[in-house]
C-alpha cells in the first residue's frame, strides 16, 4: 500500500526557514516523479517544485531562489527547504508522488498517483 507523510509545518515569521519532509512507502520511490503543491483557504491549489527520478527540478517563479526540494532515495524521503519565507507563502503543503508531466509546464496542475494528507504552514508579517 502507498503511504505519503508529511511533516516540519508549524508557524514562523516572515523571514523565517522550515524545511519539510515527506516520508514514502509502497512504490518505486527512486524511479518516480516526486513534487511538492500548496493550497491557501480560498485559493486553487498551486505547484511549488518538482523533482524527475534523474535529479531534474523545477520551481513556481514564486518561490524561485528561495526554495530547493530535494530526495534521499535511501531514505525514501522528499525535502522541501523553505527560505526567506513570506506571508504569501501561507498554506497546507501537500507531497504528491507519480506526478505527471514534469517535463513540460503542466506539472503546474497536479495530476499525480498519489497524495499525502498535508501539513501546515503558516508565515506572520
Known amino acids: 500500500e502507498v503511504h505519503l507523510v508529511e511533516s516540519g509545518g508549524g508557524s514562523v515569521q516572515a523571514g523565517g526557514s522550515l524545511r519539510l519532509s515527506c516520508t514514502a512507502s509502497?512504490?518505486?520511490?527512486?524511479?518516480?516523479?516526486m513534487g511538492w503543491y500548496r493550497q491557501a483557504p480560498g485559493k486553487a491549489r498551486e505547484g511549488v517544485a518538482v523533482?524527475?527520478?534523474?535529479?531534474?527540478?523545477s520551481y513556481a517563479d514564486s518561490v524561485k531562489g528561495r526554495f530547493t526540494i530535494s530526495k534521499d532515495n535511501a531514505k525514501n524521503d522528499l525535502y522541501l527547504q523553505m527560505n526567506s519565507l513570506k506571508p504569501e507563502d501561507t498554506a497546507m503543503y501537500y507531497c504528491?508522488?507519480?506526478?505527471?508531466?514534469?517535463?513540460?509546464?503542466?506539472?503546474?496542475?497536479?495530476?499525480?498517483?498519489?497524495w499525502g494528507q498535508g501539513t501546515q504552514v503558516t508565515v506572520s508579517s
Open positions: 504528491a508522488a507519480e506526478v505527471l508531466n514534469c517535463r513540460t509546464a503542466y506539472w503546474r496542475n497536479g495530476a499525480a498517483g498519489y
Open positions: 509502497g512504490f518505486a520511490f527512486d524511479d518516480s516523479d
Open positions: 523533482i524527475i527520478s534523474d535529479g531534474t527540478t
